[in-house]
Each structure stands twice: as C-alpha cells, then as structure tokens.
Antibody, heavy 117, light 106 residues
Framework: QVQLKESGPGLVQPSQTLSLTCTVS????????VHWVRQPPGKGLEWVGA???????DYNSALKSRLSISRDTSKSQVFLKMNSLQTEDTAIYFC???????????WGQGVMVTVSS | DTVLTQSPALAVSLGQRVTISCRAS??????MHWYQQKSGQQPKLLIY???NLESGVPSRFSGSGSGTDFTLTIDPVEADDIANYYC?????????FGSGTKLEIK
C-alpha cells in the first residue's frame, strides 16, 4: 500500500539548515509527484514545494531563496533542505503524494520541527 | 497568488446538513479540492476536482462549484465529522489552501 514517512531533527537552531527526508513506498517517484506542506502550530496548511515525476521542482515563492527539494529514486526518498531557519519556520512538515492536477491523496504523519535556541 | 477564503467556523446539529464555502480570488475552473483534518492527524482528501468523491469517503460528503465559488456539503452530519476542513486549488502555482473552517457541533 502507499505510504510516506517523514524523518528529521525535531529541533533546529535559528539561522541553521533544516534537512528532512520523506521515504515512500507503494508507488514510484517517477510516476507521481511528491510535495511538502507545512502547518505552524494551531494554524493552516501552506504548500512548501514539489518535485515532479520528471524530476523538476517548484517552490513557494516566499521560501524559494532558502529551499531545495531533491530525490533519490533508487532509495524512494525525497529530500527537503531549507536554510537560514527562523522561528516562523516552526511547523509540522508533511510530505504528500500528488495526483491528478495535483491534489494530495496520501500523506505522511508529519514531523514537528521547532526552531529555537 | 490565488487566495482562498473560508469562514473560520460553523456550528451544526448532528443529523443536519452543513455547507462549507470556499471563494477563490480568481477563477480556478474546477481545480478545487477539499480535505478534512482531525486534531493531531494529517489531512485527508475528501473531494477532488470540485465534485469527485475520493475512494473510501462516505457518500455523505459532496462537493460542487466552478470558477470562484465552491461548496463542500455534509449531509447528514455525524459526530465523527468534527474537524477542520480546507479547500485547495491546483489551477496555478503556487498551490494554495484556504485558511480552514472548523466544524463544531451545537
């Protein structure tokens, strides 16, 4: 069955770099896009960016200068790197599979990232 | 960017019908999707492309609309439907979500 699982540090210091991994199973990264969506505590959902089935990427323009998304298809993993972290980046980070348009049909459980010294 | 506007909260009695609205700042055709998020959980896709029921989602949920105005209907509302509901557009990048509607029981 389709599964996505995020992993990474729960605590990052301000100005440092966040590195997250999304490990997927049950589908191929060359057939579906994978997106990152984040949710600050008690707030709504924000699209962070995507890596498409062909390997190209798109980013939220507000984060573009700090963000990189890549993948390793042999390991079924997608990576998010965000530098110059600020307290406003504190959020749950979800990875999710894109389909049809895209919409998001499968989600990981999310990983809570706290930016604090 | 396409801004999606939702009412912050709605209160409804069990067994009644509720409609949750989402208005887009520009036309998104039918590239509108709806998610349910319960406390402490990841979002769950309910409706895609405005009116298509995702597999496994109860038929109590339905969606309608096109252009700039969309609705998610739950009929009848059950206790398990207490959650936040988000609309999301995929007509253009960046993909955007509404701010969410919290469904409460009277």
């Amino acid at each position: 069955q389709v599964q996505l699982k995020e992993s990474g540090p729960g605590l990052v210091q301000p100005s440092q770099t966040l590195s997250l991994t999304c490990t997927v199973s049950g589908f191929s990264l060359t057939s579906n896009s994978v997106h990152w969506v984040r949710q600050p505590p008690g707030k709504g959902l924000e699209w962070v960016g995507a890596i498409w089935s062909g390997g190209s990427t798109d980013y939220n323009s507000a984060l573009k200068s700090r963000l990189s998304i890549s993948r390793d298809t042999s390991k079924s993993q997608v990576f998010l790197k965000m530098n110059s972290l600020q307290t406003e980046d504190t959020a749950i980070y979800f990875c999710t599979r894109g389909k049809l348009g895209p919409t998001f049909d499968y989600w990981g459980q999310g990983v809570m990232v706290t930016v604090s010294s | 960017d396409t801004v999606l506007t939702q009412s912050p909260a709605l209160a409804v009695s069990l067994g009644q019908r509720v409609t949750i609205s989402c208005r887009a700042s520009k036309s998104v055709s039918t590239y509108m999707h709806w998610y349910q998020q319960k406390s402490g959980q990841q979002p769950k896709l309910l409706i895609y492309s405005a009116s298509n029921l995702e597999s496994g989602v109860p038929s109590r949920f339905s969606g309608s609309g096109s252009g700039t105005d969309f609705t998610l209907t739950i009929d009848p509302v059950e206790a398990d439907d207490i959650a936040n509901y988000y609309c999301q557009q995929s007509n253009e990048l960046p993909l955007t979500f509404g701010s969410g509607t919290k469904l409460e029981i009277k």
